[in-house]
């Protein structure tokens, strides 16, 4: 058994984890678009995010969905999918991009001609192709939509992952791109290092 094989299984065994415990947390105040389960209360996020030098400690109540762990950003955009586009009412070829895994759940099994797509496969225990997106391995105007959810800011050339995703686009396609802002200015200097940068 491979390396890989033992982390798709351990991958596997703790969705099938999540799906369990999320029995405890059933009720109707809070509902997930994404797995449509309704809970009387959501798992807290606390993460510390270093945002311009300062150690930004976020406690969110009411934040990770039990069952498919989604976080807001990703609720908020399969919000949007559902009410303003046609994805999930019209079979479509769509591609997405490092894909989030209560997203990808949820498009995998709708009736969508799905690719999922990334550079570092650790994550997934299910079907992804290798995808730089700088280089996208499909001819021009093979999808219908694409989906991003805060990956460009981790791309040094991310004006050319936007022209490689216009150019797989069919025309009239649909990109759904989403990446972090913090206050009214962004600052980019791709001289400095990481830590140099976090420090901006
Ligand atoms: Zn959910």
Redo the contacts with the bound molecule.
Sequence with gaps: MTAHTIGSHLRQARFFLWRLDSYRFLGSKFS?P??R?SFRKMKPLEVIWNIRGIPTDHHTENAI?P????VPRQ?FVVEYIRQKTDLLTRRQRVLHFAPEI?IYNLLRHADLDYVAADIDFSRFAGPMVYADATDIPFPTASFDAIICIHVLEHIVEDQKAMAEFFRVLKPGGQAIVAVPTYGDKTFEDRSLDYAARELQ
């Design positions: 997930c994404i797995c389960c969905c069952r498919c762990h989604s609720r209560s």
